[in-house]
């Protein structure tokens, strides 16, 4: 049996499925011991299913443990050992300002203080010549500072390696046989580039530490929970990672390589919110994934984007990842006024201990409890009854903070819209300021507090349209349980494209070999030749340019990048040499597919039923709204605004003026009556 759990930070959700249909199981997070949580869903489900409990289960874990560490800096002790000379590559970075009009700007303490860097003699050239040899005396000198240092990990990036590993093999080496977790730049990022290349491998040694002990803790106490009386010595067959790339990963491989786990659990909301677009027909989609912390936002035209410039925590990764822009807005969102007086919403967050003020802890007030005191949840509570909501709590100390706002639903309204105009501004940025019209786009919906935000997003943008998936509170986690085997890796060649066809033959040998690393790390992960898939890839630039583009390696490679230089500046030269910088192999193992069943039809346009009306403030005022039960809907019906959509894992609300309609497999289309629902997808 497979599960799959994401780690967020107010809830942790489980997918599984039984007896042939997806179910879900949503249970508290625990920041302090994410393992737990796990533990806490697998008994649950355990106890679901009864004596039909499998004996054992493949795990497949999207967590937040790395992102979590980076953030609060709470990583290893890490000591860095590069050529001798360049101890201070970290600290220089780019020698760009991020703000560069911002006097007071300070950049963020590095990873690694100067005191635990330490620079070795040796030196390869350029070319890969070795200038200066790495001695065994140098290595002995070097495991002895490091002793003194007493690092939990040690990171490992020499000058070229990307040319000749000689010596960081042989350095790296040296260091795992005296015991440390190392990180050696040509096994986490063979390529150019020196800070980012120095500062992924320091961020995977910083890691390392943290995901090593969460993953042996996950695996113990899943184990247990699953087999609580102990008599199968192994009850957890096999335990995979979600990575940033939008595949999974052995545990394993997962805690020797933690830097690829960083957008764990949003990697997987862009997998699931891409099989909804899928399932309704819809090409272009902006994913909107607002969960209790923070809301995630991707562009999806026809694949997701892959980016290897990502930033995080202010932090430089060059490891694929997908293209996912976050922000400090999410349903746990703490409300409050600045020095001059102005309503403040995040990044803070009251995340799942204490909480918002209705979930019966928190003291602070959030953007849940603003939806709660406008009667936002028509039910007063959440999953389904388990989760009661304190609204006159709520109420009362929002009234006690609401400052020089004349009502609590004035306050509760503004603490909305400043909400709205961060996450707007997130939209605006991988659409608009990327040169993508919006009005050509859908809105997937997703995470706990995505379908009560959804429809005035994408009025403000002008939308086509929003999709509310099935599941939505949990959509990460249906993307986790789809998510195949995947893994990048990848060489830098720089080699000048005078006449392609050579420059393609040359190339090659380098594909070449990257995929028959790829093959053999398939086999390992137990994946037959006809569940293997390959994709070759190159980075190219003219000659002479800092920064290069993607492109699928078959066909006329060269004219593709003409053309995609085109798309992405506004002009092209066909006339210029082109440079190979990087070749680039993806190995996908495909996994068993979990899908949706398709729901009971309904009469073709057919009005669905309210399972009660309820009052709710709406548009500046307090409205009568119908409210439906998701679980009730059927393929085909129908219903207008305004409503609230109440189901386990989310709330949604379709204000006047929207219409909704349901599709085969229970997704729920939204459009305004100008626009016309239904008019977009199947």
Request: glycine content about 10%.
């Amino acid at each position: 049996m497979r599960i799959a759990t994401d780690t967020g930070g107010t809830f942790t959700d489980c997918v599984f499925v039984s007896n042939g249909k997806l179910e879900i199981l949503k249970v508290p997070s625990q920041p302090k011991e994410p393992a737990a949580a796990i533990a806490s869903a697998l008994e649950q489900v355990r106890a679901r299913l009864g004596p039909s409990s499998p004996p054992e289960i493949d795990l497949v874990c999207g967590t937040t443990v790395g992102t979590n560490a980076l953030l609060e800096r709470r990583g290893g002790r890490v000591l860095l050992i590069t050529t001798s000379g360049f101890e201070d590559v970290l600290e220089i970075g780019r020698q760009a300002r991020p703000r560069l009009y911002d006097l007071l700007f300070e950049n963020p303490a590095v990873l690694v203080p100067g005191e635990r860097r330490l620079g070795a003699a040796e030196r390869i050239a350029a070319d890969g010549r070795t200038l200066k040899r790495l001695t065994s005396a140098e290595i002995r000198s070097l495991l002895s500072r490091a002793r003194r240092v007493r690092p939990e990990a040690v990171a490992v990036c020499f000058l070229f390696s990307f040319r000749n590993s000689s010596h960081e093999a042989a350095l790296g080496k040296a260091l795992r046989r005296a015991g440390y977790l190392v990180s050696v730049s040509h096994e986490i990022l063979p390529e150019f580039r020196e800070f980012e290349r120095t500062a992924t491998t320091v961020i995977n040694a910083y890691l390392a530490p943290v995901m090593t002990a969460h993953l042996s803790e996950a695996e113990t106490r899943a184990g247990r929970a699953w087999r609580p009386n102990g008599k199968l010595r192994k009850t957890v067959a096999r335990v995979r990672v979600m990575q940033s790339n939008g595949g999974i990963i052995a545990a394993e491989r997962a805690a020797a390589e933690p830097v690829r786990t960083v957008l764990s659990g949003p990697a997987g909301g862009v997998l699931g919110a891409a099989h909804a677009a899928a399932l309704a027909g819809i090409e272009k989609v902006l994913t909107f994934d607002m969960g209790g912390t923070s809301t995630d936002v991707a562009l999806l035209s026809g694949e997701a984007q892959i980016t290897t410039e990502a930033r995080v925590a202010d932090l430089p990764l060059a490891v694929p990842m997908l293209d996912i822009h976050t922000v400090g807005a999410g349903g746990g969102s703490i409300a409050r006024f600045d020095a001059g007086g102005a309503l403040r919403v995040g990044p803070e967050s009251a995340g799942a201990d204490p909480g918002p003020i209705c979930y019966g802890r928190g003291e602070l007030p959030t953007v849940t409890d603003a939806h709660a005191v406008l009667g936002h949840f028509a039910a007063r509570t959440l999953l389904n009854g388990a989760f009661p909501l304190d609204v006159a709590r709520a109420e009362r100390e929002l009234r006690r903070r609401k400052g020089s706002f004349a009502t609590l639903e004035e306050f509760a309204r503004a603490i909305i819209g400043v909400s709205n105009s961060v996450m707007e501004r997130a939209l605006r940025l991988i659409s608009i300021e990327r040169g993508h019209d919006p009005r050509d786009y859908v809105l997937v919906a997703f995470g706990g507090a995505g379908g009560l935000h959804a429809c005035d997003l994408a009025q403000a943008l002008e939308l086509r349209g929003v999709l509310l998936p099935v599941f939505p509170g949990a959509l990460s986690a249906v993307g986790i349980l789809r998510a195949d085997v995947r893994r990048d890796f990848s060489q830098t060649v720089l080699l000048p494209v005078y006449r392609p066809h050579a420059a393609r033959q040359a190339a090659g040998r380098f594909l070449r070999r990257l995929q028959r690393q790829a093959e053999a790390f398939l086999r390992r992960e137990g994946f037959q030749a006809s569940e293997q898939r390959f994709e070759h890839r190159l980075d190219l630039r003219y000659i002479g340019q800092a920064y290069d583009l993607s492109i699928p390696a078959d066909g006329d490679y060269v004219a593709a990048f003409h053309r995609a230089h085109e798309r992405a500046y506004g002009h092209a030269d066909a006339e210029r040499p082109v440079e190979i910088v990087s070749v680039r192999c993806r190995a996908t193992g495909i996994s068993p597919r979990a899908d949706l069943p398709e729901l009971p039809r309904a009469r073709e346009g057919a009005v669905a039923r309210p399972s009660a009306i309820g009052n709710s403030h709406l548009a500046k005022k307090q409205q009568r709204v119908a409210v439906y039960e998701r679980e009730r809907l059927h393929a085909g019906e129908r219903f207008a605004g305004p409503a609230i959509v109440t189901e386990y894992s989310a709330t949604s609300l379709v204000p006047a003026g929207w219409r909704a309609r349901v599709d085969l497999y229970g997704q729920i289309h939204l459009a305004t009556a100008r626009k016309g629902a239904g008019r977009y997808g199947r």
